[in-house]
């Protein structure tokens, strides 16, 4: 098997793929199971139904944590399993499918994988607004809406022993990016720093039980978006331009900046639109990003 298997709790294995740093959740109690974001290449997607298999596992349920395309490969590998999303998950899936379409064809082209047909996402049985309650046996955890980095971005948690599946958020390899709004994001990781987590499950990178990682990972992405946000407000307010934005962002500090600077250049463009920045794009096209 080509996957890694990791018991974290009594009723949860993570799953880590060979790219990415990505990880899938196995919920479970007795004999029933719920996958969080089955990924990514075909082979492992198998390991993992096969290890479920193998543990007298019946998968009942996919959650998707949200619509990126590294996050929806393996769901229709479980035909018979309910489909969890949030409720914005299909608008944003329909908004995005050229985009994902063409990086799933990236990925496999690179990885030797050959994919005949067009991808088609999978579709939602149920979907989540703020939160639900879900049985996995006789076991329940939240799955909560926690957008920011994508408009339907979903967490899980579970209570009873204080994990947080974090979905795309709180990576330690990863700065918080921005794919949805800056101001969702700050709330977002305001909830998260008044929750109690014990274990603290990224979609891409370590997972941690130790409080004060949790802290500093809390810490510090509450901090690069505080700072962007100060800085882009700044030139904004000063009539600056996107590259006035680009520029009084360059010095900023963030976590291992050689493989995540197109993500900050990405984010000064995003915020410098969701602040009030006119791009010379949005004059021509009386377009602006809070229409
Ligand atoms: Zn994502």
Known sequence: MSVHFEAL???????????????????????????IDPALLPDEVEDIAAFCEAQQLKVETVVITHHHWDHV?????????????????????????????????????????????????????QTVDRIIGLMVGDMRVQLFHTPGHARDHLSVYDAESAFLW??????????????????????????????????LVPGHGNLTRDHAEIRRRIDADRSYLSDLRTRIEAVVLAGGSVQDATAACADMVF????????????????VFLECGGTTQFNLLLGWSREL
């Not at 969890?84 to 994988?113: C, F, K, M, N, W």
């Not at 291992?256 to 463009?269: T, Y």
Request: with cysteine.
């Open 73 to 125: 490969l393996g769901a229709a590998r479980f035909p018979g399993a309910h489909v969890v999303t949030h409720q914005s998950y299909v608008a944003q899936t329909a908004l995005d499918l050229e985009h994902t379409r063409r990086s799933i064809q990236g990925y496999y082209g690179a990885e030797g994988v050959a994919a005949d047909t067009p991808f088609s996402p999978p579709m939602p049985d």
């Open 166 to 199: 974090a979905g795309d958020l709180l990576s330690d390899l990863e700065i918080p990016f921005v794919s949805d709004r800056l101001d969702a994001f700050e709330r977002t990781l305001g909830m998260f720093a008044a929750m109690q987590v014990d274990l």
């Open 255 to 270: 976590r291992s900046p050689g493989a995540n600077s197109e993500a900050h250049i990405m984010n000064v463009e995003q």
């Open 9 to 35: 709790t009594a009723h949860l294995w993570a799953a880590k793929c060979r790219g990415y740093a990505m990880n899938t959740g196995i919920l479970h109690d007795a004999a029933h199971a719920t996958l």
